[in-house]
């Protein structure tokens, strides 16, 4: 199925920095989503955005709509280790189904060893 | 508990089989999804729910799969004479109403033999 260009596709932290990652995608959204994923769980709701240029926080998360509306970043500051798994960037459609939300392939954070 | 329930947590069984998914939403959520997760990827929707009608269910793979939530809270998400390539973690979400933000379970991980 249809999915979203999300990089990257993995990283490594080391504590204390600060991390991007972005979503794009070749038609319009009307909403995008944050979500991290850990081992064995469900994805975890972390921004919602429903506008395009809304720049949103979440502690020391951040993300932002794009003004086109077809690409969102999520940034995370002074990392921690708890920080680590997937973080999947999810849309959905105009004209689509409202249920119809399209994820991400993930960014996967790793600690640097 | 207050989030989402999916059982069994894991599922094994063999090919042919029929194998039933259950999915309890997040108390007076009108709204209730099912996606599929392969390894490596990002959840893909297969079917929502709103009240007990299915909205959309335009991510059904093929005619083995079915799902029902005949009392519009608790869903079933029916798979007959399952396939190996029907492994996958099926994971279930809910929302409070048609468009906001929905909230996952820790999913079912399925594997067929």
């Known amino acids: 199925g249809q999915q979203l260009n999300q990089s990257p596709q993995s990283m490594f932290i080391q504590e204390g920095e600060d991390v991007s990652m972005n979503c794009t995608s070749s038609s319009i959204f009307n909403t995008w989503l944050w979500y991290k994923q850990d081992p064995g769980e469900g994805p975890v709701l972390l921004i919602a955005l429903y506008k395009a240029g809304e720049l949103t926080s979440n502690g020391r998360l951040t993300a932002q709509f794009g003004i086109t509306r077809k690409d969102s970043f999520l940034n995370i500051s002074a990392s921690i280790p708890s920080d680590v798994g997937i973080y999947f960037c999810?849309?959905?459609?105009?004209?689509?189904?409202?249920?119809?939300?399209?994820f991400g392939k993930g960014t996967k954070l790793s600690v640097k060893p | 508990g207050a989030g989402v329930s999916q059982t069994p947590s894991n599922k094994v069984t063999e090919k042919g089989k029929y194998v039933e998914l259950r999915c309890d939403p997040i108390s007076g959520h009108t709204a209730l999804y099912w996606y599929r997760q392969s390894l490596g990827q990002g959840p893909e929707f297969l079917i929502y729910f709103q009240g007990t009608g299915a909205a959309d269910d335009s991510g059904l793979p093929n005619d083995r799969f079915f799902a029902v939530r005949p009392e519009g809270s608790v869903s079933t998400l029916k798979i007959q004479r399952t396939e190996r390539g029907d492994s996958a973690v099926y994971l279930c979400a809910s929302s409070l109403n048609f468009g906001q933000p929905q909230h996952f379970g820790d999913g079912t991980r399925l594997s067929i033999l």
């Open positions: 999810a849309g959905r459609n105009y004209g689509g189904s409202q249920g119809n939300l399209i």
